[in-house]
């Protein structure tokens, strides 16, 4: 390595789905050997990857692919008008996360929920992180080929209006810029449950994916982006194959690095582009990786400029050996009695549940249970 050049190191997580007590293991106690995640943890070991790589001299970034949203009982908190709580959120927020993007789970209660946990957070932080899907768009008519009605236009309207195309981030003198998408498949995945928004790259009214569209729609807004930047990252919920398809499809010396969600795996990739002689290198590649799912996996990827990977791809788990940053979980119990308090008021349930419940809401501590 040329002791002049610049590297910069991305810290990637991507589909979370709410699993705020992490996952695995047998049972539901957090001291098991076998139990990755929770997010007080990730809060440590973000923190700490952050300081190491900025104290090597690197650039770092930290960036979500999507689906933190749904999974757990944690879901029930954010949605609701009747609690101040965004949790997902107020996780991006506290760790100071560049960019998110949106997956299909993450519109899974509605558009007007998802806008409702951006208002909340919000009112809790000045900046909060960039929420980018730059294919979403508003839909002009509905199902059934009707206009929208006026509240579902606003809302829409409202969501995307918080959600920009893309960020140019300058950090340690290197300009990146990161595009947010949402592929075709996680597009159709979230159709059932979108009524104001729809996606480049799937048609609602056939409901069939339009690939084709989308690779022209992501070639467009990388050309335009391109001048303006040194590293250019698309952050897509979209996995694999779509990410390795489009990949191969957008012309070389566009994207330098893909940080893909969706389908759960781990993974780098070097992939070609299509050759074109307008290319300023016909030995460009574009780097993909994705970080497994539910916080059980934090994705390390150094690279040197011109972009390629400096120390390959590491996993940092989560686990029973690092120390707790219980500020995220708001305390002890804070959460917990919260989704505790939701059920009994919104489902009319008595609190014998609470002892049902117990089992299913561990205790956020990472003592050993007596």
């Given amino acids: 390595m040329n002791s002049s050049q610049k590297q910069f190191t991305i ?60 999974g757990s009982l944690f879901q029930l908190l954010a949605p609701s008008e009747h609690t101040k709580w965004a949790p997902e959120l107020e996780y991006f927020d506290s760790l100071n996360y560049d960019a998110v993007t949106l997956g299909n789970h993450d519109l899974e209660a509605g558009e007007e929920s998802l806008l409702r946990m951006f208002e909340k957070v919000e009112k809790l932080s000045t900046s909060g992180p960039n929420f980018l899907s730059s294919n979403m768009r508003v839909r002009k008519l509905n199902a059934e080929g009707m206009p929208l009605d006026e509240k ?23 300009r990146f810029g990161i595009i947010g998408a949402m592929g075709t498949d996680a597009a159709f ?30 070639t467009e807004v990388a050309r335009k982006l391109r001048p303006d930047v040194d590293v250019l990252i698309l952050l897509a919920h979209q ?37 074109e002689f307008s290319a300023l290198t016909s030995n460009h590649h574009t780097f993909i990786t994705q970080s497994g799912s539910h916080g059980k996996r934090i994705g390390v990827t150094s690279f040197l400029i011109p972009v390629v990977p400096s120390d390959g791809l590491k996993f940092i788990a ?25 059920l009994l ?4 349930l008595n609190k014998s549940f609470i002892n049902i419940t117990n089992t299913i809401l561990p205790d956020p501590e990472f003592s050993k249970k007596n």
């Fill in 152 to 174: 579902t236009c606003q809302i829409a309207q409202n969501l995307r209006h918080r959600v920009r195309d893309h960020v140019i981030i300058v950090r340690n003198g290197i």
């Fill in 11 to 70: 810290i990637t997580t991507n589909d979370m789905h709410s699993s705020f007590t992490g996952s695995g293991g047998m049972d539901y106690e957090l001291n098991s050997s076998n139990r990755l995640g929770h997010y007080s943890r990730l809060c440590t070991s973000i923190n700490l990857l952050r300081n190491h790589y900025q104290e090597l001299g690197h650039a770092v970034l930290v960036v979500d692919a999507g689906d933190w949203y749904s």
């Fill in 239 to 275: 996995g694999t194959p779509e990410d390795v398809d489009l990949a191969k499809a957008i012309p070389r010396n566009l994207i330098d690095v893909m940080i893909s969600g969706h389908t759960h795996e781990s993974y780098l990739k070097k992939v070609s582009g299509c050759f």
């Fill in 318 to 342: 989560p686990d029973k050996d690092v120390d707790k940053d219980m500020r995220i979980t708001h305390g002890k119990d804070g959460l917990k009695k919260e989704i505790l308090s939701f």
């Fill in 189 to 218: 995945s979230c159709s059932g449950t979108r009524r104001g928004v729809t996606f480049i790259g799937y048609d609602d009214e056939t409901q069939s994916k339009q690939f084709n569209t989308y690779v022209k729609f992501i």
């Fill in 345 to 348: 008021r919104e489902l009319g």
